[in-house]
């Protein structure tokens, strides 16, 4: 009998899992033409927030442009970096640290990153209180039967379309100065321009816990990444994005495995019954003889 109920208990978890408790992770391409926010914790508590701006250096090479041509572009592009990085590191925050302009080679960028000792120098350094952040909490929403789906749904970081323009604007300005110096055709330069138009917003949110999950998922040796991205389009209506985890519906589970059980025990009684009454049967036809 004890063979009989671990097996239909088996069953039930392996059915609970093809259906309710699998995932998968997404490969995720990164787009070159893109703005980026990268937010990574580590186990230490430790936060860097990284603001990233294209270098585009595909189309530029498109464009007819040499690689000298473009190292003089990421030059004029890095200043403008350096200074918005400049305005951070002016705020002089305890526990927190900005770096100078740095090149992203996997997403072919120049940008800085924001280090926070913890989450208060983040909160200190954006100046959020306790009450704002208590009216910031995500919402959520819970689904599912066996396994239940809690998904949590925060704002994208860039949140309008004002806030796209002003990263643009970097951009944008680096490439009316670097045309400017250089001589560079007026048609070239507004089909840089117009490129930088088309450009996506990311917002690369890393941890070191896999636990939180969301559409767009992808892992390195450190980190796994939940991936948001959003047109210049969607950003002038709703920016919400979801995180979401799934764990077991333990009270389902447990009424489930009683039932498994409850079954399974009602089964081997009526079988043992049944063999009984055989039994009986067979050996009162053998005293009639």
């Known amino acids: 009998m004890k063979k009989f109920v671990y097996a239909l208990f088996l069953l039930l978890a392996c059915t609970l899992y093809t259906f309710g408790g699998g995932q998968t992770m997404a490969d995720v391409q990164p787009n070159q033409n893109a703005f980026r926010i990268v937010r990574q914790a580590d186990s230490s508590g430790k936060i860097a927030l990284s603001y990233i701006f294209p270098v585009n250096s595909t189309h530029l090479k498109s464009e007819g442009f040499s690689e000298t041509e473009i190292k003089t572009f990421r030059f004029y592009l890095s200043t403008y970096v350096n200074a918005v990085?400049?305005?951070n590191r002016d705020k002089n925050v305890e526990g927190v640290t900005v770096s100078n302009c740095i090149y992203f080679t996997d997403v072919d960028g120049l940008g800085f990153s924001i280090i926070?000792?913890?989450?208060?120098?983040q909160k200190r350094f954006f100046n959020v209180e306790e009450d704002e952040d208590t009216k910031q909490e995500s919402n959520t929403k819970i689904t599912g039967f066996f396994m239940k789906k809690v998904e949590l749904f925060t704002n994208f970081p860039i949140s309008s379309?004002?806030?796209a323009d002003?990263?643009?604007l970097v951009c944008e300005?680096?490439?009316t100065s670097w045309c400017k110096d250089n001589n560079i055709l007026a048609d070239k330069k507004q089909a840089i321009l117009n490129n930088i138009k088309q450009s996506v917003f990311v917002y690369d949110f890393a941890s070191t816990e896999k636990t939180l999950k969301s559409e767009n998922m992808s892992d390195d040796e450190n980190f796994h990444h939940n991936i948001f991205t959003k047109t210049y389009e969607q950003l002038d209506g709703d920016t919400q994005i979801a995180f979401y985890y799934i764990q077991p519906n333990v009270p389902i589970w447990y009424a489930s495995a009683l039932v498994v059980v409850i079954v399974g025990m009602s089964i081997s009684y009526l079988v043992l019954k049944k063999k009984e009454n055989k039994k009986s049967l067979t050996k009162t036809n053998t005293?009639?003889?």
């Open 166 to 168: 002003d990263l643009r």
């Open 161 to 163: 379309q004002a806030a």
């Open 116 to 121: 926070f000792d913890d989450l208060a120098a």
């Open 173 to 175: 300005f680096a490439t």
């Open 287 to 289: 005293d009639n003889k």
């Open 85 to 87: 990085a400049g305005q």
